[in-house]
């Protein structure tokens, strides 16, 4: 049983930065996986980065790769997204996902979601 709310979203000019929050309760477990999906409006829900809750491992998409940061703090039951040299097509409501199955790009592995905060980047 956890519950995830995502705070940070905002607007951003094109190359500026944001960092996102995701505030987990309820019980989590080391061997969850917790990522953040992105969905821009007409467009499917996609797999930005991911982290698992012990802070081991990241994965990141390539088209976040080098540009946006993954991290968690297990004292707050946080996860962050550090996002820098955003771009317009960055731009979507982002979502933060946790589940038992460790790190994964695929979106049905993921049993808890947050609610989302819309980040929207102008050119």
Not at 5 to 23: D, I, K, N, T, Y
Not at 81 to 110: H, W
Request: charged share 15%; with cysteine.
């Amino acid at each position: 049983q956890v519950q995830l709310v995502e705070s940070g979203g905002g607007l951003v000019q094109a190359g500026g930065s944001l960092r996102l929050s995701c505030a987990a309760s309820g019980r989590t477990f080391s061997s969850y996986g917790v990522a953040w999906f992105r969905q821009a409006p007409g467009k499917e829900r996609e797999f930005a980065a991911g982290i698992s809750w012990s802070g081991d491992n990241t994965l990141y998409a390539d088209s976040v790769k080098g540009r946006f940061t993954i991290s968690s703090d297990n004292a707050k039951n946080t996860v962050y997204l550090q996002m820098n040299s955003l771009k317009p097509e960055d731009t979507a409501v982002y979502y933060c996902a946790a589940g038992g199955s460790g790190i994964t790009s695929f979106r049905y592995a993921y049993a808890y979601w947050g609610q989302g905060t819309q980040v929207t980047v102008s050119s």
